[in-house]
């Protein structure tokens, strides 16, 4: 917008209100104002008869006739309406009754009773709006919005009205819904004619997209129901094309730019390894291998998103990666996001290398000074060729001889900061490998990781066994205690997994301390044997109940979520979990995935509470039909919004989509994605004359600040 007034001149504003605005909703001009969009329409134009009213889920609108109303106090006996002067300060609620000859209803006011009885005589006619229910048996609403049917409030009104985001601070303020559109209408009358056009012609052309202006009047003040939906799209599309033109124009400047590691060999190394594997490589992995071989002796930095659910091999996959470094000269480091889950890497890598003469170090916190010296010596002078560690990798005092290959496993427990630092390290930017066991569905991958590339594999290696998914209630404990020592009798192991309590950023432990006692009450020794592992152990008791049940040494293991990735006990067959209500789909299916590993049948029992929302149930339930991870991370994200999707609350959204939505609009964001990068193939640079304002929109901070080139 050329002229972008502050919004505090707008009528009905003033400084006060502009202030609340711009601390509630955090705008401050027009263009800023106008950018937000009612989250649902109400159809004005509709009004129901009461005797046809019969579901209460839905607001209504009807035309009715005031037969009585009554003023009532606490106690519920009427107030005294007879003398000049009502006590309204002992009044607690207003009663109406009224009729549109098809049935009657109650009305009943809370507040502003003062202002509303007065309006509200026996015998006037209004337009009333609101949400019915039942109460006594009786139908009635609560707080009706009340209209004049003749009034003015009628007239210039659309069919449809907006219904804006609101706050309490807002409310109080007296910004209410209807005053919010009003404000809204002023805003529009004084911005849209500056408004400039953020797509270039023939973008709207052939995308068929209503220009902005029509879109932003019609998604305020919809003409009708076909003007808004075209006004929705418009929107959705620029929203969803901006960013992932942004997102793609970043990966093309950087595959033009970054010098990448050459690497042409694959070696010795990885022969030998791969001719010696106890088993043959799924497809999805060996097309894996290929894209990533590409990518290493592309002369370009490889920057990889590689996902696969737990247990579809993904470290064999990582080792191979490294081996082709090796071949080529350079070090590896692989990260891992626990102690645990380094040491197990640590461990299988060793077993896979053997005879390849490849040596491997491990380091992590707890890696004692003398051996801590001498890692860092082999990894200074190139003795080492694959490291494996915690976050003591980044530490200042790890110095590479030369980092070529850096593969980050399961990425969304690593900040930004700390990969940059790994960044750092290298002279000339390393190939980067990302990889993650949490399945993100496709739109969300393409936003959230828009820049890379992303590998899949989606095929288990053979011979896995379906994972026997169950829900069961408190009053089956016993039946489930007797199974799990059915089965420590037949010689397996179970994970028992309580969920860990978030309040006020504390983390309480309860959960999980008392259910280990009640467990060991349960499971007593001997014969039975149970470890427990949580976040406020000391890595070294961590590491110490991890190994034991690892080695078989203890037959249950009690737990958080510390388990949740990567840990591999294929002799474990049990996996339960505590108030499976209190964890999210994709987060239920990654800890299923520790069991059926290979041991043998496997379950998965949920202890569910008695009383859990309708929702929960529709998730627990759909968990207990798929074992598909893709499936479950499009419902979670369907069900609870992309913003809380596992593995996405610490690395967030680039950006905040006003009204596209990833779960819904999947097929919008695919065609916005193809044909953004369609205009980039022709026009890298947006430098063209036509596509001037797509190359002012990518100036924008909003697309600048989304600078993900160092944080892979
Ligand atoms: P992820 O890290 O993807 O969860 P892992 O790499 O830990 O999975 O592999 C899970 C298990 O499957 C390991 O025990 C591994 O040895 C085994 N595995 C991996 N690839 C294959 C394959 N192609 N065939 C059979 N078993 C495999
Ligand atoms: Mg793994």
Not at 269 to 281: G, R
């Amino acid at each position: 917008m050329r002229n972008d007034p502050d919004i505090q001149f707008l009528k009905g504003v003033g400084p006060k209100r502009a202030q609340l605005l711009a601390s509630e909703l955090g705008v401050t001009d027009i263009s800023g104002l106008i950018r937000i969009y009612p989250y649902r329409y109400i159809d004005r134009s509709s009004i129901v008869p009461i005797g046809s009213i019969q579901s209460t889920s839905a607001m209504v609108q009807i035309r009715a006739q005031v037969i009585s109303s009554v003023l009532l106090d606490k106690s519920g006996s009427p107030v005294d309406t007879s003398g000049p002067d009502i006590r309204f300060n002992t009044v607690s609620r207003l009663s109406a009754v009224v009729s549109d000859g098809t049935g009657q209803m109650e009305l009943v006011f809370f507040k502003g009773v003062k202002y509303i009885w007065p309006r509200l005589q026996p015998g006037k006619v209004f337009i009333f709006f609101g949400k019915p229910s039942v109460y006594n048996g009786r139908l009635n609403m609560v707080h009706p919005e009340i209209d004049d049917p003749s009034g003015q409030e009628m007239q210039g009104q659309p069919s449809m009205a907006g219904v804006y985001p609101s706050t309490e601070r807002l409310k109080n303020a007296g910004i209410t819904g209807k005053v919010m559109s009003r404000i809204m209408m002023s805003a529009l009358e004084a911005g849209l004619p500056d408004v400039q056009e953020t797509l270039p012609e023939y973008v709207l052309k052939e995308k068929g997209l209503v220009p902005l202006n029509y879109a932003l009047r019609n998604i305020h003040f919809p003409k009708d129901q076909q003007a808004l939906r075209k006004a929705e799209y418009r929107l959705k599309f620029e929203e969803l094309f901006l960013l992932q033109l942004s997102l793609l124009k970043q990966k093309y400047v950087r595959s033009r730019n970054e010098r990448g590691i050459l690497m042409p060999n694959v070696g010795d190394a990885f022969h030998k390894c791969y001719n010696s594997l106890p088993y043959s490589l799924t497809g999805a992995q060996k097309r894996v291998i290929r894209e990533i071989r590409e990518d290493m002796r592309s002369g370009r930095q490889m920057n990889r998103l590689l996902q696969g659910d737990v247990g579809s091999g993904k470290t064999m996959v990582a080792v191979l990666s490294a081996l082709i470094a090796y071949g080529n000269g350079y070090q590896t480091c692989i990260m891992a996001p626990t102690e645990v889950l380094a040491r197990q890497h640590y461990a299988n890598i060793c077993k896979y290398l053997e005879g390849t003469g490849v040596h491997v170090a491990a380091l992590t916190g707890t890696t004692r000074t003398a051996e801590r010296r001498e890692v860092l010596e082999d990894l200074a002078s190139g003795k080492t060729g694959i490291i494996v560690g915690t976050h003591a990798l980044i530490e200042d005092t790890v110095v590479f001889r030369n980092l070529g290959l850096a593969i980050v496993d399961e990425q969304h427990r690593f900040g930004v900061d700390q990969r940059a630092r790994l960044w750092g390290k290298a002279g000339i930017a390393p190939h980067i490998l990302v990889m993650t066991a949490t399945p993100i569905p496709r739109t969300l991958a393409m936003t959230l990781y828009g820049d890379l590339d992303i590998s899949v594999i989606d095929e288990m290696p053979p011979g896995r066994i379906p994972v026997q998914t169950i829900q069961i209630t408190e009053t089956q404990r016993l039946s489930m205690y007797k199974f799990i020592k059915d089965q420590i009798a037949a010689g397996r192991q179970a994970f028992i997994v309580y969920p860990m309590i978030f309040e006020n950023e504390k983390v309480d432990y309860k959960n999980v301390e008392r259910g280990y006692e009640e467990i060991l009450q349960s499971f007593p020794f001997p014969p039975y044997k149970v470890a427990i592992v949580h976040g406020q152990q000391s890595d070294e008791d961590k590491k110490f109940n991890m190994d034991a049940f690892a080695a078989g040494r203890a037959d249950i293991l009690v737990s958080t979520t510390v388990i949740e990735v990567g840990v591999d006990v294929p002799n474990a067959t049990v996996m339960v979990i505590e108030s499976p209500e209190r964890f999210g789909l994709s987060q239920l299916h990654q800890l299923r995935g520790r069991v059926g590993r290979g041991g043998g049948a496997s379950y998965c029992i949920l202890v569910r509470g008695h009383k859990v929302s309708a929702e929960s149930r529709k998730r627990l339930d759909l968990l207990c039909s798929t074992e598909d991870g893709f499936v479950l991370a499009e419902e979670d994200m369907k069900m609870r919004g992309p913003g809380d999707l596992e593995g996405t609350q610490q690395s967030g959204l680039p950006i905040e989509l006003g009204l596209a939505s990833l779960s819904t609009d999947g097929q919008i964001l695919a065609d916005a994605r193809d044909y953004a990068a369609h205009i980039l193939e022709q026009d890298p640079d947006l430098s063209s004359p036509r596509n001037r304002p797509l190359l002012a929109e990518m100036r924008k901070d909003k697309y600048n600040k989304l600078d993900y080139s160092k944080i892979s």
